[in-house]
């Protein structure tokens, strides 16, 4: 969660818990209801001031009700995975990495740039734009690529890949050498 959201559930929890309280204590005759004439009466001058304040408290309720980061915000950087022993971060780094090792172990593969992004469900979409080299059949290499990084990831992480997008950015030609 974000500073100022918890800075604001603080607070907002704070407020709510000293009414609770408020109204706890004068509903079992604790506290004397008269007690509270002077402030109601400082409100009821100011009545402009009391429509802001109760305005802006019912927003920022609505705000911190609706509108709350949640997990999958926070670990915008991986796929938060949680069991009864606690909880595992897969980041996009790790998934990167794991991609990128397949991509090495591929020989028709000469440089690749790898960028992981997740959906809703927490499947992994990942998207690489890769140069290969002129010898290569690039159907059968983009195809023989997805299915080993789906099931490397499967593998390591037990995350599904949804997608496995392949630009090939371009085809460079081997360089002959010429006897000389």
């Not at 109204?23 to 004439?37: A, E, G, K, R």
């Not at 305005?55 to 915008?76: M, Q």
């Not at 990167?96 to 740039?113: G, R, W």
Request: contains cysteine.
């Amino acid at each position: 969660m974000k500073l100022v959201d918890r800075f604001s559930m603080i607070v907002f929890s704070i407020i709510v818990f000293i009414l609770s309280g408020f109204t706890i204590l004068v509903s079992t005759n604790i506290i004397d209801v008269d007690i509270f004439n002077s402030m109601f009466d400082l409100l009821s001058e100011n009545i402009v001031l009391t429509v802001c304040v109760c305005i802006l408290l019912c927003l920022w309720s609505v705000s911190n009700i609706f509108f709350r980061n949640g997990s999958r915000n926070e670990n915008a950087n991986g796929v938060l995975l949680e069991n009864a022993n606690g909880s595992l971060l897969i980041t996009r780094e790790s998934i990167s990495n794991l991609v990128e090792s397949v991509l090495k172990k591929n020989d028709e593969i000469k440089e690749a740039s790898v960028k992981i992004e997740f959906d809703a469900d927490k499947d992994v979409i990942i998207n690489i734009v890769a140069v290969i080299k002129d010898n290569a059949i690039i159907k059968e290499t983009s195809s023989k690529l997805q299915e080993n990084i789906k099931l490397a990831i499967k593998k390591a992480t037990d995350l599904e890949v949804s997608n496995v997008n392949i630009k090939i950015k371009n085809v460079e030609q081997e360089k002959k050498v010429t006897p000389q």
